[in-house]
């Protein structure tokens, strides 16, 4: 038997038995996709923040715009992490992208926790449930 028959007899053994080879990332492509996927939302971030011309940035906006970029870098290191040895990504490259991410996310947490006090005095305003202003008192002192 030549040794291409029985390649393919070992390849068609192993796919009846349920094995096959691991799927191996194609470290090019899915890195591509990935970077475009990241520069997309950071592309959206940095409209935002331009579009606000100096002033200061509305959170609840730059919460809800930050998010898609954070999906984005943790898919991005997720990656990188899992394929470090197959594709050859240097530490220096991951943990440069980990420390963006930590500063990304940290300034989003900080905005999405002062868009979430803002909604909450918002709704208690509405209610009548806000801070009171104490009425001046009539008549002379």
Not at 11 to 39: E, H
Request: net charge positive; proline share 6%.
């Amino acid at each position: 038997m030549s040794q291409r028959r029985r390649f393919t007899l070992a390849l068609t053994v192993a796919a009846g038995l349920g094995l096959s080879a691991p799927a191996l990332a194609d470290c090019g492509s899915d890195m591509q996709k990935l970077a475009q996927d990241r520069n997309v939302e950071l592309q959206r971030v940095n409209d935002f923040a331009k579009a606000a011309h100096g002033k200061p940035l509305d959170p609840e906006g730059f919460c809800v715009k930050s998010a898609g970029l954070l999906r984005a870098e943790a898919a991005l290191i997720a990656y990188m992490d899992k394929n470090k040895d197959w594709c050859s990504f240097p530490d220096e490259a991951i943990n440069g992208l980990k420390a963006s991410h930590a500063k990304n996310a940290g300034f989003s947490a900080k905005a999405c926790t002062v868009a979430a006090k803002m909604k909450k005095m918002k709704e208690q305003a509405a209610q009548g449930g806000g801070p009171q202003a104490q009425p001046l008192p009539a008549g002379p002192l």
